[in-house]
């Protein structure tokens, strides 16, 4: 039992050195249901960030195509950063998010 709770946490701290590796690594290798389901939550909430980034790496290409050096208007500015902090938020709530289950998991 206890080898699947720390196969669990590696799979949720993994989001540090491995996001997308290990969780995938876990799931494939272990036959308890429980690590499973673990490994699966894990990778998902790794995925998250990584897609959240490119979404925002498209809004920073489309922003920086529009953007008018003459111009006065601060709109894509705005909205870059927006994009940003959002996707900065996010990131950190997951990372959170992750060591929380871990800690959880283990207990």
Request: glycine content about 2%.
């Amino acid at each position: 039992m206890e080898n699947q709770k720390i196969l669990s946490a590696f799979s949720y701290l993994s989001i540090f050195f491995a996001p997308f590796i290990v969780p995938l690594i876990v799931y494939f290798v272990t036959k308890d249901s429980d690590v499973k389901r673990h490994s699966i939550r894990a990778l998902v909430s790794h995925l998250i960030p990584f897609v959240f980034g490119i979404l925002f790496f498209i809004v920073f290409v489309f922003s920086t195509l529009r953007l008018d050096p003459t111009s006065s208007n601060n709109t894509v500015m705005v909205v870059w950063l927006v994009s940003f902090a959002v996707y900065a938020i996010v990131s950190l709530g997951i990372v959170i998010w992750n060591i929380i289950q871990a800690v959880r998991v283990i207990r």
